[in-house]
């Protein structure tokens, strides 16, 4: 009797269709980047705008696992003013056709259609905090919400949108604003400059500390209406961080005057 109790409930785990979803949706979950930095993010839009006094005045990028976007680099195009408007990414030509990678693992937060600039494009989030946009492409790979690995295939290469001919406009951005990606990538040689950068509230990218510094202890006197979260935003941290350093737990109540350790 018992054997066929056990193997009824072995079925009923694995024939139900309620449990195959479960688990396929389990599959699919998607990795993200700190929760503190995209709390109100505009989904809807290639560049959201937040507040610069939600940026973090600090905050670590770790970009060892890049990965080129096409395998051969030719820039046709950098960071800058052209034609008397900002262009916010780099060219890179390319075949029509030409298979594109993801420069970071993470997954694609949007795909769609823009008539006026980028044409077929794809926004892909970074666990690293980092989001990059291929624009101009002829077809996108993945949908929306598929997670995806350095230097997985996720677009073909196009001239779609505003495009004088065949090429890749590949955008690095942080909390919505731009960043010029030769601050980051040495496109001549295909690789990251280094492993970590800092980005900060004034749109810099900074060099990481050199690896023989000391950790510096820095604290936080807890004012009115500060919460754990809030904190966490303020010093580009997360909340398990602060809960660590801190012997809390993620619901504890702080007190004014209270003092909190953030590194």
Same mark, same amino acid.
Do not use: W
């Given at each position: ?7 009824? *409930? ?6 139900? @269709? ?32 937040? @507040?610069?006094?939600?940026? @973090? ?94 230097? $997985?295939? *996720? ?10 001919? @065949? ?9 919505? $604003?731009?960043?010029?990606? !030769?601050? *980051? ?27 023989? $510094? ?35 737990? !993620? ?6 005057? $209270?003092? *909190?350790?953030?590194?």
């Amino acid at each position: 009797m018992l054997r066929i109790v056990i193997l009824l *409930i072995f079925c009923l785990f694995v024939c139900s @269709p309620i449990s195959a979803q479960a688990l396929a949706d389990g599959s699919r979950s998607k990795p993200k980047p700190p929760s503190s930095l995209y709390d109100g993010y505009r989904e809807d839009r290639v560049h959201a705008y937040i @507040p610069v006094s939600d940026i @973090p005045d600090r905050y670590p990028i770790h970009v060892s696992g890049f990965v080129m976007p096409l395998a051969d680099v030719l820039v046709t195009s950098v960071y800058g003013m052209r034609c008397k408007k900002m262009h916010r990414g780099i060219d890179l030509a390319l075949e029509v056709g030409d298979t594109i990678a993801s420069a970071f693992e993470g997954y694609v937060r949007k795909t769609g259609y823009d008539y006026g600039g980028y044409g077929r494009f794809m926004v892909v989030r970074h666990l690293n905090g980092l989001e990059t946009v291929y624009g101009h492409l002829q077809t996108c790979l993945l949908d929306e919400g598929t997670e995806v690995k350095s230097g $997985q295939s *996720i677009a073909l290469g196009g001239n779609t949108g505003r495009s004088t001919g @065949p090429h890749l406009h590949f955008e690095i951005l942080f909390m919505g $604003q731009a960043i010029d990606p !030769r601050r *980051i990538i040495d496109f001549a040689e295909k690789k990251v400059h280094q492993p970590t950068f800092y980005y900060t509230k004034n749109n810099r990218i900074v060099p990481n500390k050199r690896p023989d $510094q000391k950790k510096e202890i820095l604290c936080h006197r807890v004012q009115k209406g500060d919460t754990l979260l809030s904190i966490a935003k303020k010093y580009a941290v997360t909340v398990d961080e602060l809960c660590r350093y801190n012997h809390l737990e !993620r619901n504890s109540k702080l007190r004014k005057g $209270q003092i *909190i350790r953030y590194s």
